[in-house]
Nanobody, 124 residues
Framework: QVQLVESGGGLVQPGGSLRLSCAAS????????IGWFRQAPGKEREGVSC????????WYAESVKGRFTISRDTAKNTVYLQMNSLQPEDTAVYYC?????????????????WGQGTQVTVSS
């Protein structure tokens, strides 16, 4: 059974950093893509970043390029999202999601397995 648990959210001042973790169980990352999404109050969910574990290929939304970095630790079966230079508009609930991705870019995958989310609040 695929399970994803996010952690690392919290309250941070503008310009600060947070590192989110997505711990996976019930499967190994090797054949999967892991995506990070976020949903702010009153807004639709949007893709933030993703990684295809088989080759480490990544994708970033334009709004986070140069500030966020996605990485994976296959030994720990965990994917990370390092978020730097956080701004109030980054405030949202952040979710990770997983799906098998054979030969498909992680940004094209339809994600079926989701974590419960972690709140990120950027405020002074």
């Amino acid at each position: 059974q695929v399970q994803l648990v996010e952690s690392g959210g919290g309250l941070v001042q503008p310009g600060g950093s947070l590192r989110l973790s997505c711990a996976a169980s019930g499967f190994t990352l090797d054949d999967y893509a892991i995506g990070w999404f976020r949903q702010a109050p009153g807004k639709e969910r949007e893709g933030v970043s993703c990684i295809r574990s088989s080759d480490g290929s990544t994708w970033y939304a334009e709004s986070v390029k140069g500030r966020f970095t996605i990485s994976r630790d296959t030994a720990k079966n965990t994917v990370y999202l390092q978020m730097n230079s956080l701004q109030p508009e980054d405030t949202a609930v952040y979710y990770c999601a997983a799906e098998v991705a054979y030969g498909t870019s992680c940004s094209s995958v339809i994600y079926e397995s989701w974590g419960q989310g972690t709140q990120v609040t950027v405020s002074s």
